[in-house]
């Protein structure tokens, strides 16, 4: 009787070669990649693709759809939310009052924290104490600072109106709710920036203001011709984060005061978000979160453009 021996795989030497190339190949680049470390990056990407890229995605996909919270009855609209939102006087008041607050914010902490870091660094006695005192507020939570100037902001009985003697309304005037906010996000955010100010100082040599001051150079001319420029990139960092931050303000405003009175104060990531999850539109809500995203990408690339070309003017 004759038996037939079971089929068994091919072996890499019976294989066609170039499959043989393909598979050793990418068994190499894998190998390769967890060889140098691709393990303990592995989680990072795992991580970064289940919190931002899948997001980022989906998100993409819901501003195509007319769709609601629990997802039921999804039709797909293409850019027609997109239109819309363009065409939307409310997302426009909303994005304007954002803008607004950036331009306000973004030079008064760039100022303030310039002096702050210069009276921190030069002051003789007690540094410790004035650089917790300055840093200390960007510790605080969010809802413990809004709390905090809501008592503040009161009309009746509150700290500054009782200072100042006035019924100043705060936060029940559009102009005066929107300096209110800055003002309170100014006292609770300026300190990150006063740290990268400080460390750019101390970075300074000290023989340029000695080499100064024997040339007849005052203080005012040292710190204009010396300091400033010194500092100059640390400064186009500071205006940047805090213009991408400004332009996703939400917390402060919406703990303070609700988006002031008339949504004077409203900034654009509440609006989004009364859309998505009271509207239950969030079609409509990713795309506005789009058309954000968008403004602070061009943000971010004039940044990089800005840093190129004084990079080669420099160079």
Do not use: C
């Not at 931002?52 to 027609?80: C, H, K, Q, R």
């Not at 009161?154 to 102009?175: A, C």
């Not at 750019?200 to 001319?221: R, T």
């Not at 990531?269 to 809500?285: L, M, N, S």
């Amino acid at each position: 009787m004759t038996t037939i021996a079971p089929a068994t795989p091919a072996s890499s030497a019976t294989r066609p070669a170039g499959e043989r190339a393909a598979g050793d190949g990418v068994r190499a680049r894998l190998g390769r990649v967890f060889q140098h470390g691709g393990w303990f990056v592995a989680p990072f990407l795992v991580v970064y693709a289940l919190f931002l890229i899948w997001p980022l995605v989906s998100g993409l996909w819901y501003s195509l759809n007319e769709t609601n919270l629990a997802g039921i009855n999804t039709e797909f609209i293409g850019l027609d939310n997109y239109r819309e939102a363009l065409g939307d006087d409310q997302m426009w008041d909303s994005l304007g009052n954002t803008l607004r607050f950036t331009a306000m914010i973004t030079p008064l902490i760039v100022i303030v924290a310039f002096g702050l870091a210069l009276l921190a660094h030069n002051i003789k006695h007690g540094k410790w104490f004035w650089r917790l005192a300055f840093f200390a507020p960007f510790l605080l939570p969010s809802a413990v600072m809004a709390e905090l100037w809501r008592w503040l902001y009161e009309p009746d009985f509150g700290l500054l109106n009782n200072t100042l003697n006035e019924r100043v309304p705060w936060l029940l005037e559009g102009d005066w709710a929107m300096f209110s906010m800055v003002l309170a996000t100014l006292w609770w955010t300026v300190g990150f920036s006063f740290l990268l100010y400080l460390a750019a100082l101390q970075s300074i040599p000290d023989h340029l203001y000695e080499a100064a001051a024997l040339d007849g150079a005052g203080p005012f001319k040292r710190m204009w011709h010396i300091t400033v420029p010194m500092v100059r990139n640390i400064t186009g960092l500071i205006v940047v984060l805090q213009i991408l931050a400004s332009l996703q303000v939400f917390d402060q405003i919406f703990l303070i005061n609700e988006g002031g009175p008339n949504n004077e104060t409203r900034p654009v990531v509440q609006y989004i978000i009364q859309q998505g999850f009271t509207g239950y539109r969030i079609g409509y809500a990713s795309a506005i979160s789009y058309i954000v995203f968008v403004l602070i990408v061009a943000v971010t690339l004039l940044r990089l453009w800005m840093v190129r070309n004084r990079s080669e003017e420099n160079s």
